[in-house]
Each structure stands twice: as C-alpha cells, then as structure tokens.
C-alpha cells in the first residue's frame, strides 16, 4: 500500500496535469479564433473589387470588425484565464489544508491509541502483579501509586479529548462563578509533586487571589501547562510556577529549562493536533491537544496567552488574566 506523501503526490501530479490541459486547450481556442478571425477577415477582403473607390467604406469595416474581433478574444482568454488561475489557486488551497488536516488526524489517532494503551497496559500489569504475587506493604503502595497516576493521566486525557469537542461544538455549559485560582494553583501544583517526585518544581503564589471564571476549565489550564513543561523538560530539572496579580490583571506563569520551542513554532503549538516537529517530540507523550485547549479556555476567560524563550534554554509560557470578567 502506497504511502500518504506518495499519495499526495500524485495528486498534485494529477491536479498539475489537467490544469496544464485546460490553459493549453484555452491558448489552443484562442490561437484557432483569432486565426479564424484574421481568414475571415482575409476572405471578404479578396472578394472586394480594389477599383471601386466605394469599397473603400467596407474595407475599413472589415479591418474594423477584424480588430474589434481580436481585441475581443484577447480580453475574453485574458478573463478566462485569470478566473483558471484564480480557481486553481483556491482549489490547491483548499485540497493542501484539507491533506493537512487529514495528515494531522491520522496522527492524531496514531498518538491517542499509544496514549490510551500505554496507562491501561501499565494499570493492568500492575493489577495482576498484586493479585498473583504476596508483595509486601511498600510494594503494593507503590504499585497502587503507579496505577493511580496512570488513571489519573487517562482522566486528564479523556477530559481534553471530551472539552476539545465539546467546546467546537458550542455544547460546553460555561459556568461562570467566582474562585480562589491561589488555591486551584496550588492544588495543581501539590499534585503534580507527588506524581513526579523527581522533578525540582518551586512556586511563589500569592494568596487569595479572586477570579470569575469556569473552575473546571481553569483547572485544565494550568494542569495543562504543567504537564507540558514537565512533559519537555529532562528529570530532575527545575520547573517554575509563578502567580501574582497587579493593576487587575493576573499573571499565571510556567517556565522550565527544556528543549525550547523555535520561533517559527511559537504560532503553530496553539492549533489542534498540532506537535513541534524536531526528534525530542516523537519519544515524547501527547496527542496535540492541550495547548490548543489552553488557547481556546484563555480565550473564553477574555485572557492572553503566549509563549516566549526561557534563556538561556527552555520556554516561559504566560497567562494574563482579567481579576473579575
């Protein structure tokens, strides 16, 4: 079965050809009127009698019409030609977003069968493990631990797929309500810890900061950003959340000291099922979604949301948020 790219590639050799055949079929008609035109014009010319100064009057018409003619089928291909191209160009258009998006599915659906599998495989094992073998205390707290955290990164990844639909469907009932986001930040933030042990997260948080908004969604928010600047980072690397608020605007901050994002990246990781394209992605887990989520939930919390270089490696990922909405 031939590859996708092999795929498109023949359809763009396909869709070349006939827009090749119809601009040459449309120079062809032009070539043959205008030629016609110019017999034509040949022909009554011959059948005057030179010697009448009469005729004088309807050689001028002739020449006349002749060139009125070829003036006419000039613009007419001139107009064709553009609305061919015109077309042509909003088709390809068309056809290369729709391969994309296509493309971007397909990986989609290859990313979202490992990251379902993967926790439910481990779950699973570890299950198993417990009922078939006497393990003493500490194992079994330690298995149990595992499969919780594997539980809770299905949950998380059910709740992105389930909210991305949702929310382009326009089905998300928002449920705006005012919220403690110190004390959500920090909830986010103990979890996290007592997942991944071995990561050097640090905080300053300030207190009893007040936001109306969607509780739900703000918590896949930040959980998302932290997932994502641990999800990048090596082990035991230092990872910065930071939470203050000044002039009515709060500012929710990431940073960790991983693999960067490019700057021709920084436009792109917001879009849907999309993934930064360099070799550290490809071992590593997601399916393109929660960055999008994060766009599309700051956006509904009238919030900003960018991403800059955290120098001298590493990326600052910042929220800007309005204190009441």
């Known amino acids: 079965m031939p590859s996708k790219s092999k795929k498109n590639q023949k359809i763009f050799v396909l869709y070349c050809f006939l827009l090749t055949y119809i601009l040459a079929a449309l120079i062809w008609w032009f070539i043959a ?14 059948q005057l009698n030179q010697t009448d100064k009469k005729n004088f009057v309807t050689l001028n018409k002739i020449n006349s019409l002749e060139k009125r003619k070829k003036t006419q089928y000039l613009g007419e291909g001139i107009t064709f030609f553009l ?3 015109t ?11 729709e391969l994309k998006i296509s493309e971007q599915q397909q990986n989609f659906m290859i990313a979202i069968t490992h990251e379902l599998k993967t926790p439910i495989s481990v779950a699973k094992l570890n299950l198993e493990t417990m009922q078939k073998r006497k393990l003493d205390e500490q194992q079994q707290q330690r298995l149990l631990q595992t499969t919780l955290e594997e539980a809770n990164r299905l949950d998380a990844l059910c709740n992105n797929m389930l909210l991305s639909s949702q929310i382009e469907a326009g089905g998300y009932p928002f449920t705006y309500e005012e919220s403690n986001i110190s004390e959500l930040v920090n909830k986010c933030l103990q979890n996290f810890i007592v997942r991944y042990p071995q990561q050097i997260i640090e905080s300053a948080i300030a207190p009893d900061i007040f936001i109306n908004g969607d509780r739900l969604l703000l918590q896949i928010l930040i959980n998302n950003l932290i997932n994502n600047a641990i999800k990048y980072s090596s082990r035991n690397s230092l990872i910065s959340i930071l939470l203050s608020e000044n002039n009515n605007k709060i500012i929710f901050l990431v940073k960790d000291v991983g693999i960067g994002i490019a700057d021709e990246e920084k436009n792109k990781i917001f879009n849907k099922f999309y993934r930064v394209g360099n070799s550290a992605t490809k071992v590593s887990k997601g399916t393109g979604l929660g960055l999008y989520l994060c766009k599309n939930i700051a956006k509904q919390h009238n919030a900003n949301i960018t991403v800059t270089n955290n120098n001298p490696t590493g990326a600052i990922f910042t929220v800007t948020l309005n204190s009441s909405i």
Do not use: D, P, S, W
């Open 83 to 85: 609305l061919i191209i």
């Open 33 to 46: 009127l205008n030629r016609q035109n110019t017999l034509m014009a040949k022909y009554e010319r011959a």
């Open 87 to 97: 077309g042509a160009v909003f088709v390809f258009r068309v056809v290369r977003r």
